[in-house]
């Protein structure tokens, strides 16, 4: 692999993925690990990446010069640039010339990582100390006005650095810069492909699992769906999904998991349908986390009775969890040694369920997971499914929730999410919560008769990664048809309303 060496950078996993986008294969690693360490792990190549520590200052991490020497090609970007020189003997120092945001780059010698690009052009900066004299050996190829040594490289030690984002979107050749160092000065091949992914994880889980049984909760979301796809293709029948239909999806959801998905992968899967048990343990309650407790509660009772019943008809030792490598990232996972949150989607399972974890997406970021599924033929919609919370429709309706009500949402949700597919507009927006205001009543009219009916909620956003959002600026004309086409054809609301509020201080969802 190629390792992303994290100095801190919120960047770490941008670069990650930029290195994947050239089809290689690239992994993150804490700046924690020794020399010897990072050199175990048969590197392609090493990138250090920014950070937000000054390679001045006391105790912060710098690589050893040893690095340096072993024949690896070395990457540095902005901290990691400047821990490079300093490794090398080059000269780090606090200007003044602070540079943050966009700036021009003058390239003063076109090298390799330059290579048919503009002599001017803009780069994304974040910096307050420079470089101001490069190591012995390496051509300063690139200035800005904040940085004398925005670049350097040596080729014949297949060391290079650049003081800027490559990563970022507002470097515009950022990824060719990035190709260069890899391709050209690294020598690496872009062997990283989708259908060579599939065809590792498939060997592995065979390799993993032998000819023991394997069981999936699947939940309809993307990564559970493509995670038993992948189980399927490596041991077919030895997997058993099961569904536990809550009733508390969106219209045509179970539908799709029942028969679209099995009908493509051929996949054993046993159906759960608790849609009364659920609004049964939800009748009168209001309270929002109260009512998540429930679902969750139910959920775990209702899959662990089915896992015992599908163990008890074929002994089953492995789960498939849809764990991706954000989550093994952020759980400190890079360092082999921590524990990854173990059942996260079905929660604890009793003691005497005891099964050992298969996890074929956890090298993979969510986009890369999409274009498996693609790859694997599953269906477009599942594909590109927007994050849905686990408790579903039951806490997008603001009160109790009762079947009646899950009707009147359910219509309503699916005029918007045809309306917003009609449009083109799916991939532009994060997610598309709608929400029932189970509790408010309005005034309306229509015809020659007054309407006292429910009010509608769109929460269209826009996000990276749900922890913050902004709402989405949806075409007038599309929120137009919305609403008419909700007033018309669900009786019982009379008025459609826009959420405008981001997060923070708003969540995404309404409870
Ligand atoms: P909020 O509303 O906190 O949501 O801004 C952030 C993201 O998490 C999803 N979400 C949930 N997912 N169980 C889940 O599995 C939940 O209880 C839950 N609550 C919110 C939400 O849809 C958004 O993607």
């Given at each position: 692999p190629v390792l992303v060496v994290d100095?801190?950078?919120?960047?770490a996993q941008l670069i990650a993925r930029r290195v994947r986008d050239l089809n290689v294969y690239s992994e993150i690693v804490p700046s924690t690990l020794t020399t010897s360490e990072l050199l175990a792990k048969n590197p392609a190549a090493i990138i250090l990446s920014g950070g937000p520590?000054?390679?001045?200052?006391?105790?912060t991490p710098i690589p050893t010069a040893d690095l340096f020497e072993a024949g690896v090609p070395v990457f540095g970007i902005c901290y990691g640039f400047q821990a490079m020189a300093v490794a090398l003997g080059g000269t780090v120092e606090a200007t003044g010339l602070r540079e943050f945001g966009g700036t021009t780059l003058e390239v003063t010698e076109t090298g390799?990582?330059?290579?048919?690009?503009?002599?001017s052009q803009s780069v994304w900066m974040s910096h307050?100390?420079?470089?101001?004299m490069a190591p012995e050996g390496f051509a300063t190829t690139a200035r800005t006005a904040g940085a004398p040594v925005a670049a350097f490289e040596d080729t014949s030690r297949r060391l290079a650095g650049v003081q800027?984002?490559?990563?970022?979107?507002?470097?515009?050749?950022g990824q060719a810069v990035l190709r260069h160092f890899l391709y050209?000065?690294?020598?690496?091949?872009?062997?990283?492909t989708m259908s060579n992914v599939i065809d590792e994880q498939v060997a592995a889980i065979r390799e993993q699992v032998g000819d023991k049984n394997v069981l999936c909760a699947l939940s309809g979301g993307v990564d559970s769906s493509v995670a038993a796809a992948l189980v399927h293709r490596a041991v077919g029948d030895q997997l058993t999904c099961v569904f536990v239909?809550?009733?508390?999806?969106?219209?045509?959801e179970a539908e799709q998991v029942e028969k679209d998905y099995v009908a493509i992968t051929g996949i054993n899967l046993k159906v759960v349908d608790a849609t009364e048990r659920f609004l049964t343990a939800l009748k009168g309650e209001t309270d929002p986390e109260t009512k998540r407790k429930i679902i969750g509660r139910e959920f775990i009772r209702v899959f662990e009775q089915a896992a015992r019943e599908v163990d008890a008809q074929s002994h089953t030792e492995f789960l498939v969890q849809g764990t991706l490598y954000p989550d093994v990232v952020e759980s400190g996972g890079g360092t082999g040694t921590a524990n990854i949150?173990?059942?996260?989607?079905?929660g604890g399972l009793p003691e005497d369920l005891q099964f050992t974890l298969v996890e074929?997406?956890?090298?993979?970021?969510k986009d890369e997971v999409r274009r498996i599924g693609t790859e694997l033929g599953l269906p477009e919609p599942m594909v590109w499914r927007h994050p849905f919370p686990g408790p579903g429709l039951g806490i997008r309706i603001i009160g109790e929730v009762t079947a009646e009500r899950l009707e009147i949402l359910r219509a309503a949700d699916a005029i918007a999410r045809a309306e917003l597919t009609a449009a083109g507009l799916d991939r532009s927006v994060w997610q598309f919560p709608v929400v029932l205001l189970a509790d408010v009543r309005s005034v309306g009219v229509a015809g020659d008769g007054r309407t006292y009916g429910y009010p509608i909620v769109l929460r269209p956003v826009s996000s990276e990664d749900a922890m913050t959002a902004d709402w989405s600026r949806l075409p007038y004309e599309l929120l137009a048809r919305i609403s008419t086409r909700i007033t018309n054809e669900v009786p019982e609301v009379n008025r459609v309303a826009l959420d405008i509020t981001s997060k923070p201080p708003g969540t995404i969802e309404w409870e």
């Open positions: 100095y801190g950078a919120q960047y520590s000054s390679v001045n200052a006391d105790a390799r990582l330059f290579d048919g690009l503009p002599q307050t100390d420079c470089v101001s800027f984002h490559p990563e970022v979107a507002h470097t515009p050749h050209d000065i690294a020598g690496i091949e872009p062997t990283w239909d809550h009733g508390l999806l969106r219209a045509g949150k173990s059942h996260h989607n079905v074929p997406l956890r090298t993979l970021f």
